[in-house]
């Protein structure tokens, strides 16, 4: 009885006042203690929020769909004909290769060096510049550089190309001949070195650059969430700045930084105009990064340089090649949620065999895990310090050796 | 009201134009038709009848050309509107142009037969007619300091490219330039890395005239790995202007203030640097009309091994524009003839030539393409 007044109050509540949801559950459902589920009226509004963010949702899916069946219905004549012997593959952009794969090898090849030349020199900078605005950089300095780094994102990559060729393939010039004379028994240094300064390094420096916001400003938030309390414990324990972001931030952080770096690469995969305009491409697997004829043509830019001139089937061959673009991308972003998740679950599991080793109480566990790590740390480090003695007496001994030999 | 001073400004600049060109004589700036003469020299067009929008795109060699005619012709004609997208290039010109959403088509080169069959889709049992309407030449550019003055032969060329030449001081180049001290700085070839027009005329010179040499196949892609290959004619001209000991080909009327290399004629001692009467004298010396078997068409095929006088330039580059016999819609083939036949017009190759440093087409392939164009309708 007392439940019925209580919707029928629900009810008028909601008549009567026009915000829904939130004056329906209080006033009437506090005194049934919430045994039962009171249901709100829906209204239209409540409806129409709800079909347009279901739309949404499906919309997305609808797209991707929609790409992927343009791609492989677009690709299929170029996978299948026989290119030596078709009158429009066997010239032009697509002459010379037996099939299409032969075709697209390179081109892969190319895509994933290039991004992870890009990789390489980005990641490191940009989870630094993260770290020093999240732990290091006084605050009024963080927020001016990370507003900068955000700022980097909106530079249309058609500045950073030609940004590219007028400073950095001149820039990067010297540093290339001083690579190859001293570094040139690395295939990767070897070679003629380019004299343009059109060289997949150029253009991996650029890409490097074009990445380090994404990068960058995922990270600072994934640091920036770091508990407090781990952090404080750490520094209670002793720990050095520099060891509290091992300890606390780092652990932490972990997996959302290997995301942010796989949407970089991401970002790196699909890079055109910067790439098309800054390196001097060939179809053909290399990796050699300072010479002018011998740097592996990426997908995207190859797309962008040859679709004008491209007969029908040479347009659907390239096509074809940004079906596997956007495999490859696919298949990175599913790579990232995988490995998120698993270092997800593994710290987790880590905690809780730490915790199990523990008396089960309530905040204090928190700290005593962190105790936990300090202590292994310290362990190590006293492992760390006994060896270095153990290494110093070797030594002394060998030089005593030495000496006794010298006389 | 901005608009109406645009087009003011735009009339105002046609007359100057016109009064600069005035040996063209036969068109007074001011009115609004020209005077009717048989001959190419001024195209019969009522421009206050003509009206509609004229949509087209292709081939960005011809592109600054394509400005300046469209300039001068809407200035005259005011109800027409033209686009040409240059961002298509000459294949996707041609494609869209098939798929029917172009009334012409800019090319750097002339339909394949297989492409002219499918065109009957389109324009019925007439087919296409390719129209020269553009002439340029493919000047070979070098950054060498202290060089000012470059001869070389086509089998300097060929060797070069091919990358069997490889220093500047090589005994073949020196030969050629005796008077020149060249450094023994390493060559760099650069090239295009995207698909181009221009890169189908220069290799087809370089597999015409040393076929031994240069064994690939001609096409619009750069068949040898090893060079610098570089976005766009603009990328080439930046590279070989910022590089030391480059060497590239582009348009003439795209290198800037590059030095351009003097290209022996043949195999005689003359060497010709690029002019726009030895680009046209050389369009009379070596393009004959193909026989595609479409009444009218004047698709051209070039034996440059014919270009052997001095008074001709040895690479001449020819674009295109390509067009149905037999419109759909009969208002908008009239319309576009008269565009068409404005370009191909002594008026319009000067305009060209005036604006895009292009080359006039020869007078007698002007009047060609004139009564080709009586076909269209």
């Known amino acids: ?407 | 009201m901005k608009l109406k001073n645009v087009a003011a400004v735009g009339t105002l600049a046609l007359a100057t134009a016109l009064a600069l060109s005035a040996c063209s004589g036969s068109s007074t700036g001011g009115t609004t038709t020209d005077a009717a003469t048989p001959s190419a020299a001024a195209p019969s067009i009522d421009f206050a009848s003509l009206s509609g929008t004229i949509t087209a795109g292709g081939s960005s060699a011809q592109a600054n050309a394509e400005a300046a005619w469209i300039t001068a012709f809407t200035a005259q004609a005011k109800g027409v509107t033209i686009n040409y997208d240059k961002s298509q290039g000459s294949g996707g010109g041609v494609t869209n142009w098939l798929a029917g959403s172009y009334d012409f088509a800019g090319s750097d080169s002339p339909l394949k037969d297989d492409q002219q069959a499918s065109s009957q889709a389109i324009c019925g049992a007439g087919g296409a007619l390719n129209l020269p309407v553009y002439l340029d030449g493919v000047a070979v550019i070098y950054n060498l300091p202290g060089v000012t003055d470059l001869n070389l032969s086509s089998a300097t060329i060929a060797k070069i490219f091919s990358l069997q030449i490889t220093t500047w001081n090589d005994p073949a180049i020196a030969a050629e330039n005796p008077d020149a001290t060249l450094p023994a700085t390493a060559i760099t070839t650069v090239t295009r890395s995207d698909g181009s027009g221009t890169t189908t005329n220069f290799t087809n010179y370089l597999s015409q005239t040393q076929p031994t040499i240069w064994t690939n196949a001609p096409g619009n892609a750069w068949p040898i790995a090893g060079s610098s290959a570089q976005q766009g004619g603009s990328g080439v001209v930046n590279t070989v202007k910022a590089g030391e000991g480059t060497i590239g080909y582009a348009d003439h009327s795209a290198i800037g203030d590059l030095t351009s290399a003097n290209i022996q004629v043949g195999t005689g001692s003359d060497y010709v640097p690029f002019s726009a009467e030895g680009a046209s004298n050389a369009f009379t010396a070596a393009a004959t009309t193909k026989d595609t078997g479409v009444k009218g068409d004047l698709a051209q095929s070039v034996d440059y091994t014919k270009i052997t006088e001095a008074d001709a330039y040895p690479i001449p580059l020819i674009s295109y524009q390509i067009l149905c016999t037999t419109f759909a819609d009969e208002a908008q083939g009239e319309l576009t003839k008269a565009f068409v036949s404005y370009v191909a017009s002594d008026q319009g190759q000067q305009i060209a030539a005036k604006n895009a440093g292009s080359a006039p087409i020869p007078a007698d392939m002007l009047a060609e393409i004139q009564t080709s164009l009586e076909l269209v309708k």
Do not use: C
Not at chain 1, 243 to 250: D, G, Q, R, T, Y
Not at chain 1, 342 to 357: E, I, T, V, Y
Not at chain 1, 396 to 405: A, L, S, V, Y
């Open chain 1, 1 to 407: 009885m007392s439940e019925n007044t209580a919707v029928k109050s629900a009810k008028n509540a909601n008549e009567t006042t026009a915000t829904g949801a939130a004056s329906a559950s209080t006033p009437g459902s506090a005194p049934t203690g919430g045994s039962r589920k009171v249901r709100a009226k829906s209204r239209p509004a409540d409806r129409i929020f709800f079909g347009l963010s279901v739309g949404s949702a499906i919309s997305i899916m609808v797209i991707l769909a929609g790409v992927a069946l343009f791609l492989i219905i677009q690709a299929v004549p170029a996978i299948v004909a026989d290119w030596p012997s078709n009158g429009d593959l066997n010239e032009g952009p697509t002459a010379g290769f037996a099939n299409f794969w032969s075709y697209v090898g390179p081109l892969i090849w190319g895509t994933l060096f290039a991004s992870a030349i890009a990789l390489v020199i980005g990641a490191p900078i940009a989870i630094g510049i993260a770290l020093f605005i999240s732990h290091y950089a006084p605050r009024r300095l963080a927020g001016a550089l990370g507003y900068l780094v955000d700022l980097l994102a909106a530079v249309p990559s058609i500045v950073f190309g030609l940004w590219g060729i007028i400073v950095i393939r001149p820039f990067l010039l010297p540093l290339s001949d001083w690579l190859n004379t001293y570094l040139g028994w690395i295939p990767l240094f070897g070679g003629t070195v380019s004299t343009t300064g059109s060289t997949i390094l150029a253009g991996g420096v650029v890409l490097a650059v074009m990445i380090l916001p994404i990068i960058t400003s995922i990270s600072r938030e994934i640091f920036l969430q770091t508990p407090r309390l781990h952090e404080e414990a750490a520094l209670a324990l002793g720990a050095t700045k520099w060891e509290m972001i091992k300890l606390a931030v780092f652990p932490y952080g972990r997996s959302g930084v290997i995301s942010a770096t796989l949407l970089g690469l991401g970002r790196a995969l699909g890079e055109t105009m910067a790439i098309a305009l800054i390196i001097s491409p060939a179809i053909l697997v290399s990796v050699r990064m300072l010479t002018e004829g011998e740097n592996s043509q990426t997908i995207a830019a190859n797309i962008a340089l040859n679709f004008p001139i491209a007969t029908t089937l040479q347009r659907e061959a390239l096509i074809g090649t940004g079906l596997l673009l956007f495999v490859i991308s696919l298949a990175v972003n599913m790579l990232a949620r995988v490995i998120a998740g698993r270092a997800g679950a593994s710290a987790n599991r880590k905690r809780k065999a730490m915790l199990a080793q523990l008396p089960p109480s309530d905040p204090s566990t928190v700290l005593a895990v962190d105790d936990v790590l300090a202590k292994r740390h310290a362990a190590e480090d006293v492992e760390r310090s006994e060896e270095a003695s153990v290494e110093q007496t070797e030594s002394e001994i060998d030089e005593e050796k030495r000496k006794g030999t010298d006389a």
